[in-house]
């Protein structure tokens, strides 16, 4: 099993680009999850899908993030327009029914200059 | 609402020293308590978890006991190595669809 892919690892941008990073959950898990990480806020949950259905985008920060799961083995979370204040490590996670606990990929380290 | 509180770091600790990392937390309901690792430039790991009130899970050396009447999950290892260095992340899940609420994670600095 390779896991939890994310592509890219690494994404330097400039503010006002559109960015998107994505996401290959394991095979079979059915809860996808998007984290966000910086040093000031820890780990912040944006949102997370159940069978392909969005249940919760509260943590979304602003209406310039959006995410969709179009189908059971892939997921995006896109920022337009970015900004600088959206720099951070972006971490994908899924976990099966019976929650194990959750897997993680490795993240999207985003850079807005 | 639920919450999970740990001790802040960094944690420094010489090889082979004890390690105790705190861990308390707020639920409504009956949570299952987790317990994450993150090596540098690497996402989250399951280090260990229990799923009910006495539970003690083990993992690598290190341990951890679900204590209903301290709602304390508190990680401890005996004896600690140079690669144990990592942020060390305690949740709880709560609720439906297997939700993670994490701590702000602590940092842990083992040196020989």
């Given amino acids: 099993d390779a896991g939890v892919i994310q592509s890219p690892r690494h994404e330097v941008t400039e503010m006002g680009q559109e960015v998107t990073l994505r996401c290959k959950p394991i095979s079979g898990h059915n809860s996808l999850f998007w984290y966000r990480q910086t040093m000031m806020r820890g780990l912040e949950l944006l949102i997370y899908f159940n069978n392909n259905v969005p249940i919760d985008d509260s943590g979304m920060p602003e209406d310039r993030f959006s995410a969709k799961m179009p189908n059971a083995s892939f997921s995006t979370l896109k920022i337009q327009p970015s900004e600088p204040r959206d720099s951070a490590v972006y971490f994908c996670a899924s976990t099966p029914v019976t929650h194990d606990g959750y897997t993680f990929g490795s993240g999207t380290r985003l850079t807005v200059v | 609402?639920?919450?999970?509180?740990?001790?802040?770091?960094?944690?420094?600790?010489?090889?082979?020293?004890?390690?105790?990392?705190?861990?308390?937390?707020?639920?409504?309901?009956?949570?299952?308590?987790?317990?994450?690792?993150?090596?540098?430039?690497?996402?989250?790991?399951?280090?260990?978890?229990?799923?009910?009130?006495?539970?003690?899970?083990?993992?690598?050396?290190?341990?951890?006991?679900?204590?209903?009447?301290?709602?304390?999950?508190?990680?401890?290892?005996g004896s600690v190595q140079v690669s144990d260095s990592a942020v060390y992340f305690c949740a709880l899940s709560a609720g439906g669809y297997n939700k993670l609420i994490f701590g702000a994670g602590t940092r842990l600095a083992v040196h020989p």
């Fill in chain 2, 1 to 77: 609402g639920n919450s999970v509180t740990q001790m802040e770091g960094p944690v420094t600790l010489s090889e082979e020293a004890f390690l105790t990392i705190n861990c308390t937390y707020t639920a409504t309901g009956y949570p299952s308590l987790f317990w994450y690792v993150q090596y540098p430039g690497e996402g989250l790991q399951l280090l260990l978890k229990a799923t009910k009130a006495d539970d003690k899970g083990s993992n690598k050396g290190f341990e951890a006991t679900y204590r209903k009447e301290t709602t304390s999950f508190h990680l401890e290892k």
